[in-house]
């Protein structure tokens, strides 16, 4: 079965300006989730989405990030304007059922300048 | 809000030799979970734990869901220079559709040929 596909996979901005990033989940999964890897830490959860309603986004900074999943298969995180603490690798991830592990993608190394 | 502390941080051994990282939590959780991320990859899913007490092996891997259920550890034996990466623990306490993964920081293998 084909993975979690991410794009792009490098992205480099300058603060102040906007950036989107796009993720297409496994097939026929339907919970959706984007975490946020800074350099020497774990992922940290941003947003879960099940199908296409968000089902926690209490760790999304949402003066400046925002994400949709329409048509509850593809979805975009988007940030707008960029900082210099948002320099982290945005990985997606899918599940059939959340309590079994995700599958995560390889990720977008964003560095903000 | 939750944290883990995974230790140790980093870890240097000789091939062959075995490998003990462990992982601790100020809360409980219903899932324990070990991945390992390889370099501009994301993580992958070594051993979901899902019962206090329960002990897994997948391979040369071992894992073990605590008693209290705020601890695991993950045992690999014999090493060989593919396991190098960085190991984390994840403890997922589900509530309805809500799957969070909470990350610890992560443990930084390195096995020496």
């Known amino acids: 079965e084909a993975g979690v596909a991410q794009s792009p996979r490098y992205k480099i901005i300058e603060k102040r300006q906007s950036v989107a990033f796009w993720c297409n989940p496994i097939s026929g999964h339907a919970t959706l989730y984007w975490y946020q890897q800074i350099l020497g830490q774990g992922p940290k959860l941003l947003i879960q989405?099940?199908?296409?309603?968000?089902?926690?986004d209490s760790q999304l900074p949402k003066d400046r990030f925002s994400a949709e999943r329409l048509k509850g298969v593809d979805s975009t995180l988007k940030i707008q304007p960029a900082k210099l603490e948002d320099s982290a690798v945005y990985l997606c991830?899918?599940?059939?059922?959340?309590?079994?592990?995700?599958?995560f993608g390889s990720g977008t190394r964003l560095t903000v300048v | 809000g939750q944290q883990l502390n995974q230790s140790p941080q980093s870890m240097f051994i000789q091939e062959g030799e075995d490998v003990s990282m462990n992982c601790t939590s100020s809360s409980i959780f219903n899932t324990w979970l070990w991945y390992k991320q390889d370099p501009g990859e994301g993580p992958v899913l070594l051993i979901a734990?899902?019962?206090?007490?329960e002990l897994t092996s997948n391979g040369r891997l071992t894992a073990q869901f605590g008693i209290t259920r705020k601890d695991s550890f993950l045992n690999i034996s014999a090493s060989i220079p593919s396991d190098v990466g960085i190991y984390f623990c994840a403890g997922q306490l589900s509530g309805g559709s809500n799957y969070k993964l909470t990350f610890g920081k992560g443990t930084l293998l390195t096995v020496n040929p």
């Open positions: 989405f099940q199908n296409n309603g968000v089902v926690d």
């Open positions: 734990l899902y019962k206090a007490g």
């Open positions: 991830a899918s599940s059939l059922t959340g309590n079994y592990g995700y599958t």
